[in-house]
């Protein structure tokens, strides 16, 4: 009986690394993630049988997140462990003395390779969270839709256009995206076509230096393109935020959406038969994926408890802290860990096998030119209208710069 014991023990420890089994301390998590509470709050309780210490999830909506968390975090009152944005955003409330710095928490430097964790370093090398999950831009296709229509899963843009026709003069809408909700006929659908022309994360930084220009032959093209695939969007499309994107799509009322990886989830739960692809590539691009650092877990500066918010910092840059995480996690988002990691969907699998060949990099605008999201949002809404030219477009992205 005590060699089973000492071996529950040992288990424990081995899960949950440097974790002290503090009974009765009760630590607070801010998120944006109001969706995933049920999966979060799963998790959560899962390390508080391993450690001992709750943690509350208390996430606010997406839209108000960045400003409700920082009057938090101004009058005191923030939580002890949040979700941290990458780049910009997150390197913000850092800079503030926000965040505490977790260079030094065993298994961060160890166990991430410098690709994931540079999106939450300062600019001294000091890094301001642990990474916790990245997200894909993908297409979802109706694999019944496809079938019986005889369509091929397109690689090229010119098969992907010619998919969209044939859809069209069958009567079936090709794409469900709209513009209702704004953000993400950005994020969800130009910066998931983009890598395609302007390629990965060394050819970013030369626009982001202004080596290349934001209205090169590149853009150009790629706004070209983002105009065409517009007139394959649904009756009404202006009203279509991203919520009825996925209900039109996953209820069989469109061929193909364009999301992120987090909602492969509400597709099972619709019960479509779905799959999914890359952004098709244009003549003369390379193959490329939006592959984004999502979410980073942070500890705030002032949290009454330290140790405590320490300790799940390392839980998490552990390989079996990160293993959990996935299991609790909503399919669709992927932990950055250097470590092999199993996803209970196999569909979840199959979209990040969609990186392998292909280059990747984050959302375009997100690392250093977040001054360009609203004005390449308003031009896109205007293309989609037919109320600019892609040439007219490229310059006044560029000169918002």
């Known amino acids: 009986m005590k060699k089973t014991l000492a071996i529950a023990l040992c288990t424990l420890l081995l899960l949950a690394p440097a974790v002290s089994l503090a009974d009765g301390v009760q630590l607070t998590m801010g998120s944006w993630r109001v969706d995933d509470s ?11 049988e391993l450690s001992g210490v709750e943690i509350v999830f208390q996430p606010t909506t997406s839209a108000q997140y960045n400003s409700v968390l920082r009057m938090q975090l101004d009058a005191g009152t923030g939580p002890d462990l949040m979700y941290a944005r990458s780049y910009e955003t997150g390197r913000d409330l850092y800079e503030a003395g926000f965040l505490v710095d977790v260079s030094g928490i065993p298994g961060v430097k160890e ?5 994931s964790l540079e999106p939450w370093q300062n600019t001294d090398g000091s890094l301001f969270a642990v990474p916790f999950a990245a997200v894909s831009q993908v297409i979802y296709y109706d694999k019944d839709i496809f079938a019986e229509q005889g369509i091929e899963v397109p690689y090229t843009w010119d098969e992907f256009i010619a998919a969209c026709d044939k859809l069209l003069a069958a009567g079936i809408t090709p794409i469900a ?54 007139k394959y969007f649904p009756e009404g499309f202006e009203s279509i935020g991203n919520d009825d994107a996925v209900m039109v799509f996953a209820t069989g009322r469109a061929a193909m ?28 691009g390379e193959a490329a994926m939006c592959f984004h650092p999502d979410m980073a877990i942070a500890g705030n500066s002032i949290s009454q408890y330290p140790d405590e918010v320490a300790a ?13 995480v996935a299991d609790y996690l909503p399919a669709g988002f992927f932990p950055m860990i250097d470590a092999p990691i199993t996803f209970k969907n196999e569909r979840v699998t ?17 690392p250093k030119l977040m001054g360009l999201y609203n004005p390449m949002l308003e031009q896109l809404n205007a293309l989609a209208r037919g109320e600019t030219t892609p040439q007219a477009a490229a310059d006044a992205v560029a000169a918002a710069k």
């Open 177 to 230: 995206n709209g513009l209702g909700s704004n953000w993400d006929i950005l994020e969800c659908v130009f910066l998931g076509m983009l890598p395609n022309y302007v390629g990965g994360s060394e050819s970013r930084a030369l626009y982001e230096s202004g080596e290349k220009a934001l209205n090169d032959e590149a853009f150009v093209k790629a706004y070209t393109d983002f105009q065409q695939m517009t």
């Open 38 to 48: 049920v999966q979060v709050e799963a998790m959560l309780a899962k390390y508080k």
């Open 257 to 284: 959406v364009m999301d992120g990886s987090w909602s492969c989830g509400t597709n099972d739960e619709y019960g479509a038969n779905w799959g999914t692809m890359a952004f098709p590539v244009p003549e003369g």
């Open 111 to 115: 166990n991430f390779a410098p690709s």
């Open 312 to 324: 799940f910092l390392e839980w998490i840059a552990t390989p079996e802290g990160a293993q959990i």
């Open 350 to 366: 199959e979209i990040l096998a969609l990186n392998e060949g292909r280059v990747t990099d984050a959302r375009f605008v997100w």
